[in-house]
């Protein structure tokens, strides 16, 4: 391939193409028909019915896509600045790609590798995300790589390691939700963050299935509930164990199930001993009585799941609580069985995949450990470099931002498909982090708040506009698939990353075309947990996704005993993909699932007499994470035009606000403000503020940045604050 062209790869079609939706984990398919219209909407969403995850349904979001596609609201051309302090102004690509090639070298030579970081996105395709890897340990040589999925889903990865083995977001088709016999929902909002999700939820109810959602706030999702418990932020593992309690209380534990399947019973048992009922209440707010009903309807079907997301997974004991909830499935039966099991919502379109193909600290491609000298070795003879000059570990996402431009920091940033300015916890530090740094990069489609403080902004071509693999909640590797021609001298990631590695001197082994990069990212997972060997892109097309784990035929395939594919082919057949896990046995090496001994603890930051309300923080239907994309759509902006202030009628009463008055909202780390929405849906004693917004109303500028000591969540979820009515 040649360094220096300029064409883009992903040739313009004039049929339909078959694609799926740029944001949310459910990667809902869609079809796309190329207008021809250069000025404004470049192609036309209709409807994929055959879709097997939402059957040809999409949420505002998905219907609206096509908006940040128009030339008007997105970059164009590279953009430079001369002087820090100084405008941004537009620049050649060579200019601008020389400009960061030398920051980075810059910075490497003057203060040790290390100095150079890389913060990457879990909406980048699998084939990003492994080049953003490659590009980070092979071109820049440093540890400093981590990615914005450490704030989404870390914690529910590393509990579900724990515990199975193997961590792929839900272990089953999500279709199997609509015949389980109930679902007990935890911090999740799939109604306003996953639309189309909750037909399975309804169809699981018209069969007789029960709904049971715990959330502080009684949201569209709760309302869908046979059982709300409204528990307090930061409650959810002090819940479940005091739910376990009831479980051995009333005799309804799968003795045989755990005796045959599972190890650590009998701590996981203690800790939910020390977890009695009205300890439960006092400490979660939620009545002895409705913790016995949800008991009642969870043993009482046959099958169950439990479901969980961001509420009781962005805690600073995010793991400790998603074990708690595990525990709960291993101790009645129902995990490792037809319709029953632990499953977590991912989040970002790539959430799942974007963790598994090494932009994490930790990981190399496969979701291998960059610890594992055996790892080390597979990947670095993929990658045609010595083992022994891989980086380690690096530090994770919130971390590596903390310390920008410090003595021991990273001073040179390459960002890829993140916008930590609105989404990092303690934004106003992080953003001044990121002024303090020598150089920033930043990749984007549009010029969000954190392309607005770069020295170096690269405009990137999306998703209508490139091919790709992304790796839905489900573990199906599904593909997007380019249907016109980006606009203006807007480039692939692929492409800048093909051009950023030549600069750095390596000519070789950065493909930009995507089909070529999925073949080597083929062969970097073979052998890993997350292989990917059997899938290509053909068999993606003709079987609507294919889940991981695929390995290519062959002894791969038979060493794996620890995976339950439903009629397991002979080595030579391919590989059918693997729907569902752990039904003949867990990914453990002992083939067991392993209970997890934790016990309650209190949030980082508990309310006291200065700041005496919880914080919770999320999403609203029309508004897509730090907003860049959707802010910029006229349809869902209207929808969801700013940020606010939820609180309950009697504290509203109490601080003398009305709905609509403006109220300042101040933790620990600064001020917000924004208009009061008051409505008895919220627990009086929580305020929850969506995250979608910069400036006055930016609520990272609030939230607390304590982190999970295994995964490195920040607390997003649970901080203290005071609310006060302007003067
Ligand atoms: N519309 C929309 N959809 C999205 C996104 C978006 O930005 N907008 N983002 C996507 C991404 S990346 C993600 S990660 C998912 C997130 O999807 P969700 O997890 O459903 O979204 P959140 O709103 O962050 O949190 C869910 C709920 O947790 C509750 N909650 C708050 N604190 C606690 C707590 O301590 N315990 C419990 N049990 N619940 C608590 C909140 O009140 C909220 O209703 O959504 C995806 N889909
Ligand atoms: N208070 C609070 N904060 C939170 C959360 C919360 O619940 N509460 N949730 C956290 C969670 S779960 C998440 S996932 C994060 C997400 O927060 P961010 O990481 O900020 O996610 P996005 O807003 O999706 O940012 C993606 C950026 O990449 C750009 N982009 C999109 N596609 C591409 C592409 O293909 N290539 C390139 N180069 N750029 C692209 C977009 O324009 C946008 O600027 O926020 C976290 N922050
Ligand atoms: S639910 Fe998610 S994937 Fe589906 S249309 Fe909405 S944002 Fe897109
Ligand atoms: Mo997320």
Not at 118 to 123: A, E, R, T, Y
Not at 163 to 184: M, Q, S
Not at 253 to 278: C, I, K, L, N
Request: with cysteine.
């Amino acid at each position: 391939m040649n360094a220096t062209t300029t064409a883009t790869p992903g040739a313009p079609v004039d049929t339909p193409v078959d694609t799926h939706c740029p944001y949310c984990s459910l990667q809902c398919g869609m079809r796309l028909r190329p207008t021809g219209d250069t000025a404004g909407l470049p192609v036309e969403i209709v409807e994929r019915p055959r879709f097997p995850v939402n059957k040809g349904a999409l949420c505002g979001k998905g219907h609206n896509a096509a908006a940040v596609l128009a030339a008007g609201v997105r970059l164009t051309t590279p953009l430079v600045r001369d002087e820090k302090g100084g405008p941004l102004r537009e620049a050649g690509w060579d200019e601008a790609l020389d400009r960061a090639a030398a920051a980075f070298t810059t910075a490497g030579v003057r203060y040790g590798r290390d100095a150079v970081g890389v913060f990457g996105g879990g909406g980048l395709t699998n084939e990003k995300a492994y080049l953003l890897g490659k590009f980070a340990r092979v071109a820049l040589r440093t540890s400093r790589i981590d990615y914005n999925g450490r704030f989404c889903m870390s914690s529910a990865a590393a509990a579900h390691k724990a515990a199975f083995g193997l961590d792929r977001g839900l272990p089953f088709p999500l279709a199997d939700v609509a015949r389980t016999g109930c679902v007990l929902l935890v911090g999740s909002n799939l109604a306003d963050t996953m639309p189309p999700a909750v037909r399975y939820l309804r169809e699981m109810q018209e069969g007789g299935g029960k709904l049971i959602v715990v959330d502080p706030r009684r949201t569209r999702t709760a309302d869908l509930a046979d059982l709300h418990l409204a528990a307090a932020p930061g409650t959810d593992l002090a819940l479940a164990l005091g739910l376990l309690h009831l479980v051995i209380a009333g005799g309804h534990v799968d003795e045989e199930f755990v005796a045959s399947r599972t190890t650590g019973y009998g701590a996981a048992r203690e800790a939910a001993m020390a977890h009695w009922p009205e300890r439960v209440e006092a400490l979660t707010g939620v009545p002895v009585a409705q913790l016995r009903r949800a008991v009642e309807l969870f043993v009482g079907a046959g099958s169950g799941m439990v479901l969980t997301a961001r509420g009781p997974e962005q805690q600073s004991k995010g793991v400790d609580t998603v074990g708690a909830w595990i525990n709960l499935c291993l101790a009645t039966g129902r995990a490792g069985r037809p319709l029953s099991g632990y499953g977590c919502l991912t989040g970002q379109g790539n959430g799942q995949g974007g963790r598994e193909h090494g932009q994490k600290a930790d990981q190399l491609p496969g979701y291998r450990s960059i610890t594992d000298p055996e790892a080390r070795q597979h990947v670095a003879a993929v990658w045609g470099v010595d083992a022994e000059d891989l980086p380690g570990p690096g530090v994770s996402a919130y971390e590596l931002l903390d310390t920008l431009g410090t003595e021991d920091g990273v001073r040179a940033l390459f960002l890829m498909g993140s916008n930590p300015v609105v989404s990092a916890p303690r934004a106003r530090h992080v953003t001044e982090r990121l002024c303090a740094l020598d150089a920033l990069v930043v990749c984007d489609v549009v010029l969000s708040e954190t392309a607005a403080l770069a020295d170096v902004v690269l405009p990137s071509a999306q998703w209508a506009e490139e091919t790709g693999t992304m790796t839905n909640l489900e573990g199906r590797v599904i593909l997007r698939q380019a249907a016109i021609r980006p606009p203006g001298q807007v480039r692939t990631d692929l492409h800048i990353m093909h051009e950023l590695a030549a600069r750095l001197g390596r000519e070789k082994g950065f493909p930009y075309d995507p089909e070529e990069v999925f073949a080597e990212l083929r062969e970097a997972s073979a052998g890993g947990q997350a292989d990917y060997s059997g899938i290509s892109y053909e068999r993606i097309r003709a079987e609507d996704g294919v889940f991981w784990p695929c390995p290519a035929t062959g002894e791969d395939h038979a060493a794996r005993p620890a995976m339950s594919a439903p009629d397991a082919p002979r080595p030579s057949i391919p590989h059918p993909g693997t729907p569902r896990l752990f039904l003949d046995a867990f990914a453990t090496p002992d083939g067991r699932a392993r209970f997890a001994d934790v016990s309650h603890r209190p949030a980082a930051e508990e309310p006291d007499a200065d700041y005496p309300l919880y914080l919770t923080t999320g999403r609203v239907l029309a508004q897509y994470q730090s907003g860049a994309q959707t802010r910029r759509t006229p349809a869902l902006n209207g929808a969801a035009p700013g940020p606010f202030v939820e609180l309950h009628p009697r504290l509203a009463d109490r601080i003398g606000v009305r709905d609509g008055e403006l109220v300042v909202v101040t933790s620990r780390r600064g001020r917000a403000s924004a208009p009061a929405k008051v409505t008895s849906t919220i627990r009086p004693d929580t305020v929850f503020m969506p995250f979608h917004w910069a400036g006055e109303g930016r609520a990272n500028t609030l939230t607390n940045p304590a982190l999970d000591p295994t995964s490195r969540m920040p607390e997003f979820k649970v901080c203290a604050v005071r609310v006060e009515k302007t003067s």
